[in-house]
C-alpha cells in the first residue's frame, strides 16, 4: 500500500501481504479530490477561481466529501508510516519522507505551480493586471491569508508540508508502538476494539478534539485546510497508524461496514438538513456528529473496500506511481482552465464536464511525457 506521498509499502522485512485494497482506495481517493476541486469553481464559496454562474447544489456535494476525505487519506499515510517504520530505520524513514513531501512542496511553492494560482486569484478578482512574469517577483509580498501573496501554506500543497510535520512529531510514539505492539497493554486494547461495535467507539479521540478546537475557530481550531484543523488531523494521523499495528483490525473494520455505511448515512443526512435549513438545536453538536460521521465514513469506505478490492490489476502500479505527481499538478491545472473557462457563456453541468476532461487529460499528458519520464523530473515531484 501506498500514502498519497508515494511510499511503497507493499513488503516488510516479515514479507506483510501487500494490501490491495488500500492501493485502490487511495487511487479512487485521488480521483475524489480532482473532482472535488474542480467544483471549487462552482460552489457559493470563495476559491482562487469563480465561474460567471455558481451551483447550491454542488455546494452541499462538496460539504459532504469534506466530511471524509483528507481525513482518509491521513489515515492511509499513517498506514504506510507503520510499513515503512517495519522496514526502515528511524533515521531512513525521516530522509525518506523528505524527499517524498519536502521536496515536491518547494519545488511547488517557489518555482511555478502555487505562484501561477496566485496569480489568477489576483488577477481573476481584479488585484493584479499584467502578466504572470509582471506578477512573479510580487509573489514574495507579503504572506498569503494575511494581505500579502507568498503561499507558505503551499495552498493545496499543504498535505505534504503538515503530513511530513506530522511524521516527524509522531515518530518517537510510532517506533514505540511496533515494540509495543505485542504487550500485554496493547493486546488489551486490540482485544477490546474488536469486541462487536466497539471500533465505533475510536470516534470518541475525534470527537474531544473538535469539541476542543471548536472554541478556537480563528486559530488552532482553524478549518482551512480541506475543512478540518490540523490538530483534528493529527488525531487521524494517530488513528490511522494504530488499526495497523494489528492485523484483525481489517477483518473487524470489514465486519462493521454495513452497520459503518449507515450510521455514516444517517448522520451526514441530519448535517445536510442542518446545512440546508439551520436548524438551531443541531449546530451546537455540529463539531460531534461531524467527527463521529466523518469516523463512520472511514470505517464504511475501509471496510467494502477491504471486501471487495483486495485483488491486483496491471493499472495498479501505474496508478499508484502517478498519484502524487497527480496530486502536485492537479489543482494548478484546474485553476488555469477554470480561469480561462469562466466567463463563457455555458451551463454548469457542461462547464463542469469541460472543466474536469480538459483538466484530466492535461495532468496525465503532463505526468506521461514531462514527469514520469525525466530523472530530475522524478525527483522533484516526489518519485524514485
Same mark, same amino acid.
Given at each position: 500500500?501506498?500514502?498519497?506521498?508515494?511510499?511503497?509499502?507493499?513488503?516488510?522485512?516479515?514479507?506483510?501481504? %501487500?494490501?490491495?485494497?488500500?492501493?485502490?482506495? %487511495?487511487? !479512487?481517493?485521488?480521483?475524489?479530490?480532482?473532482?472535488?476541486?474542480c467544483g471549487r469553481s462552482f460552489n457559493l464559496e470563495d476559491w482562487h477561481v469563480k465561474n460567471n454562474t455558481l451551483s447550491p447544489?454542488?455546494?452541499?456535494?462538496?460539504?459532504?466529501?469534506?466530511?471524509?476525505?483528507?481525513?482518509?487519506? &491521513?489515515?492511509?499515510?499513517?498506514?504506510?508510516?507503520?510499513?515503512?517504520?517495519?522496514? %526502515?530505520?528511524?533515521?531512513?524513514?525521516?530522509? =525518506?519522507?523528505?524527499? %517524498?513531501?519536502?521536496? @515536491?512542496?518547494?519545488?511547488?511553492?517557489?518555482?511555478?505551480?502555487? @505562484?501561477?494560482?496566485?496569480?489568477? =486569484?489576483?488577477?481573476?478578482?481584479?488585484?493584479?493586471?499584467?502578466?504572470?512574469? +509582471?506578477? *512573479?517577483?510580487?509573489?514574495?509580498?507579503?504572506?498569503?491569508?494575511?494581505?500579502? #501573496? &507568498?503561499?507558505?501554506?503551499?495552498?493545496?500543497?499543504?498535505? /505534504?508540508?503538515?503530513?511530513?510535520?506530522?511524521?516527524?512529531?509522531?515518530?518517537?510514539? !510510532?517506533?514505540?508502538?511496533?515494540?509495543?505492539?505485542?504487550?500485554? @497493554?496493547?493486546? #488489551?486494547?486490540?482485544?477490546?476494539?474488536?469486541?462487536?461495535?466497539?471500533?465505533?467507539?475510536?470516534?470518541?479521540?475525534?470527537?474531544?478534539?473538535?469539541?476542543?478546537?471548536?472554541?478556537?475557530? +480563528?486559530?488552532?481550531?482553524?478549518?482551512?485546510?480541506?475543512?478540518?484543523?490540523?490538530?483534528?488531523?493529527?488525531?487521524?494521523?494517530?488513528?490511522?497508524?494504530?488499526?495497523?499495528?494489528?492485523?484483525?483490525?481489517?477483518?473487524?473494520?470489514?465486519?462493521?461496514?454495513?452497520?459503518?455505511?449507515? /450510521?455514516?448515512?444517517?448522520?451526514?443526512?441530519?448535517?445536510? $438538513?442542518?446545512?440546508?435549513?439551520?436548524?438551531?438545536?443541531?449546530?451546537?453538536?455540529?463539531?460531534?456528529?461531524?467527527?463521529?460521521?466523518?469516523?463512520?465514513?472511514?470505517?464504511?469506505?475501509?471496510?467494502?473496500?477491504?471486501?471487495? /478490492?483486495?485483488? +491486483?490489476?496491471?493499472?495498479?502500479?501505474?496508478? #499508484?506511481?502517478?498519484?502524487?505527481?497527480?496530486?502536485?499538478?492537479?489543482?494548478?491545472?484546474?485553476?488555469?482552465?477554470?480561469?480561462?473557462?469562466?466567463?463563457?457563456?455555458?451551463?454548469?453541468?457542461?462547464?463542469?464536464?469541460?472543466?474536469?476532461?480538459?483538466?484530466?487529460?492535461?495532468? $496525465? /499528458?503532463? *505526468? =506521461?511525457?514531462?514527469?514520469?519520464?525525466?530523472?530530475?523530473?522524478?525527483?522533484?515531484?516526489?518519485?524514485?
Amino acid at each position: 500500500m501506498q500514502s498519497i506521498a508515494g511510499d511503497k509499502t507493499s513488503t516488510t522485512c516479515q514479507r506483510t501481504e %501487500r494490501r490491495y485494497d488500500l492501493d485502490w482506495i %487511495r487511487i !479512487f481517493g485521488m480521483l475524489i479530490i480532482f473532482f472535488y476541486h474542480c467544483g471549487r469553481s462552482f460552489n457559493l464559496e470563495d476559491w482562487h477561481v469563480k465561474n460567471n454562474t455558481l451551483s447550491p447544489g454542488i455546494s452541499i456535494i462538496l460539504s459532504v466529501l469534506e466530511i471524509w476525505m483528507m481525513p482518509l487519506f &491521513f489515515m492511509i499515510s499513517a498506514m504506510s508510516s507503520y510499513y515503512s517504520l517495519t522496514r %526502515r530505520s528511524p533515521k531512513q524513514y525521516v530522509l =525518506e519522507r523528505f524527499k %517524498r513531501l519536502i521536496i @515536491p512542496f518547494i519545488f511547488g511553492t517557489f518555482v511555478i505551480l502555487v @505562484p501561477v494560482q496566485v496569480y489568477i =486569484e489576483r488577477a481573476s478578482h481584479g488585484h493584479f493586471e499584467g502578466s504572470l512574469i +509582471d506578477f *512573479y517577483p510580487h509573489y514574495f509580498d507579503g504572506l498569503y491569508a494575511l494581505g500579502g #501573496n &507568498f503561499a507558505w501554506m503551499g495552498l493545496h500543497l499543504w498535505y /505534504l508540508e503538515f503530513l511530513f510535520i506530522f511524521s516527524i512529531l509522531t515518530l518517537p510514539l !510510532f517506533v514505540v508502538g511496533i515494540k509495543k505492539k505485542s504487550s500485554g @497493554p496493547f493486546t #488489551n486494547a486490540v482485544s477490546f476494539f474488536r469486541k462487536p461495535g466497539a471500533i465505533f467507539l475510536m470516534a470518541i479521540p475525534l470527537v474531544l478534539m473538535e469539541i476542543f478546537v471548536g472554541q478556537y475557530r +480563528d486559530s488552532i481550531g482553524l478549518q482551512a485546510f480541506g475543512g478540518w484543523s490540523l490538530l483534528t488531523y493529527l488525531v487521524f494521523f494517530i488513528a490511522g497508524y494504530f488499526v495497523s499495528l494489528n492485523a484483525g483490525f481489517k477483518d473487524t473494520i470489514e465486519k462493521h461496514r454495513t452497520s459503518a455505511i449507515f /450510521l455514516a448515512f444517517g448522520i451526514t443526512v441530519v448535517l445536510t $438538513m442542518n446545512y440546508l435549513y439551520d436548524i438551531g438545536s443541531i449546530d451546537k453538536y455540529e463539531d460531534v456528529l461531524t467527527a463521529a460521521a466523518s469516523w463512520s465514513w472511514l470505517m464504511a469506505i475501509f471496510g467494502f473496500g477491504s471486501r471487495h /478490492l483486495s485483488f +491486483d490489476h496491471p493499472i495498479l502500479k501505474y496508478a #499508484n506511481e502517478a498519484v502524487l505527481p497527480f496530486y502536485i499538478l492537479h489543482q494548478t491545472i484546474i485553476v488555469i482552465f477554470g480561469f480561462w473557462i469562466m466567463d463563457w457563456e455555458l451551463g454548469v453541468a457542461s462547464k463542469y464536464l469541460l472543466l474536469s476532461l480538459s483538466s484530466f487529460v492535461t495532468i $496525465m /499528458l503532463v *505526468y =506521461e511525457f514531462l514527469i514520469r519520464r525525466i530523472k530530475l523530473m522524478r525527483f522533484l515531484f516526489g518519485m524514485k
